[in-house]
């Protein structure tokens, strides 16, 4: 491995058997890597990295503002969302049967004492996904209708780096957990992105056309959704 200084910024360089030169700026620090094919000269590298020094510097700008999530330990008056909507989480510990329950303001969690917060955020977690229960039937059906084609099924599960699957031989969906948090309309694009995998495989134009047809603010939608990706650190 090689180390390239593009002004005050590094870049590590690994040579591999590929044709092509392939650079990225990788979360959460920012870091720049290079693979490039085996006879490339450092002095090519150099210089196509420095002709891309101002994509680095807004990607690596881009990773400095993002929120790092603190872990959460599900006590008194933490803050947790649901439906894009920030919420006070009000602990209750007492010897009775554990729920969620969902106010104006609050997410009231009823806890027997001494309740560990990986038992904690389970307990939420089950919440979060009756929830999604709750939601998911009617959404589907409505996009299934709109969209002419048959889920055979779909189910919720964490995911560490998507919104969503789409198996498309089995037609079956995945949705991820984490969107209970988001807004309704975001989760919703994933269930149409995900739907529209059912009559195109891809992302190029064709599933392009498709969103555009059926939810025309989806580049907005998916926007919102990767200003905070997935970062969760209670998940490894
Ligand atoms: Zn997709």
Redesign the pocket.
Known sequence: MAQLLLGDIKADVVKKNIKNLHLRVTPPTGKVMISAPLRMKLETIRGFALSKLGWIKKQQARFRNQVIELPKEFLDSECHYFGGKQYFLKVEEINKVPRVNLNDSTIELRVRPNTSSKKREQLVDDWYRAKLKEILPNLFAKWESKMGVKVAEFGIKKMKTKWGT?NIRARRIWINLELAKRPAECLEYVVV??VA?LLERG?GPRFKALMDKHLPNWRLLKQELNQHPIIHPNWN
Request: proline share 0%.
């Open positions: 789409c992105h995900e995998h992302h």
